[in-house]
């Protein structure tokens, strides 16, 4: 059961640009929804993490939309940067219940390439 | 600095043969979790752990074995039953749940590749 689905598998964005990805989920339990960022052979790296209390967090130029009704999460990256090029994965937790272990259940990832 | 380190960075595995990939953490985290990742696919959770000596399997546990005999370190055992371990591994530790900071630190990796 893929809890978490993520789209679009991949992007392709100018320099300057703005790049879109989504995710969506099912378990309403969830209440920590982070994004992370991986380069090839890498291990992935936290970017920027939301929780359902709040709608919209900007981080630099990484912004998360949050739809609480809709189970909708959205990363935008503005004025994309070939170093922005990688891997994203959102992904989702239950953080407030112990018992529940704080474990990350991944949306497929997106691949972005940022063209110069 | 402070973080997680996993060895080896490439392993090779013949057919039968059981591995074990390593993984330490000096970020005094008491949660430590094993992902599995295949090419162009998300992270998929093996094992994790929230306390020493107490562990409890993830979603694709079988074939895989744990141990968490201390603090720093969740060694996963790759065993010979595991039909597929073709996959990049991936072990990441955090804060205990419930506390404000549960962000996820990932190590590096692990490549295992069947020959």
């Known amino acids: 059961q893929q809890q978490v689905k993520q789209s679009p598998q991949s992007l392709i964005v100018q320099k300057g640009g703005i790049s879109i990805i989504n995710c969506a989920y099912e378990?309403?339990?969830?209440?920590?929804f982070p994004w992370y960022q991986q380069f090839p052979g890498k291990g992935p790296a936290l970017l920027i993490a939301?929780?359902?209390?709040?709608s919209e967090k900007k981080e630099g130029r990484f912004t998360i939309s949050f739809n609480k009704s809709a189970k909708q999460f959205s990363l935008h990256i503005m004025d994309s940067q070939p170093g922005d090029s990688a891997t994203y994965f959102c992904?989702?937790?239950?953080?407030?219940?112990?018992?529940?272990?704080?474990?990350?259940?991944f949306g497929g990832g997106t691949r972005v390439l940022v063209k110069p | 600095d402070g973080g997680i380190t996993q060895s080896p960075k490439y392993l090779f595995r013949k057919e039968g043969q059981n591995v074990t990939l390593s993984c330490e953490q000096n970020?005094?985290?008491?949660?430590m979790y094993w992902y599995r990742q295949d090419p162009g696919q998300g992270l998929r959770l093996i094992y994790y752990?929230?306390?020493?000596?107490?562990?409890q399997k993830g979603d694709i546990a079988e074939g895989y074995s744990v141990s968490r005999e201390k603090k720093e370190s969740f060694p996963l055992t790759v065993t010979s039953a595991q039909k597929n371990p073709t996959a990049f591994y991936l072990c990441?530790?955090?804060?205990?749940?419930?506390?404000?900071?549960?962000?996820?630190?990932f190590g590096q990796g692990t490549r295992l590749t069947v020959v």
């Open positions: 970020l005094n985290h008491d949660a």
């Open positions: 939301i929780r359902p209390d709040v």
């Open positions: 990441a530790s955090s804060t205990s749940p419930g506390t404000v900071n549960t962000e996820a630190f």
């Open positions: 992904a989702a937790s239950i953080n407030r219940v112990k018992a529940a272990g704080n474990k990350l259940t």
């Open positions: 752990s929230q306390i020493v000596n107490d562990f």
């Open positions: 378990n309403t339990a969830f209440d920590y």
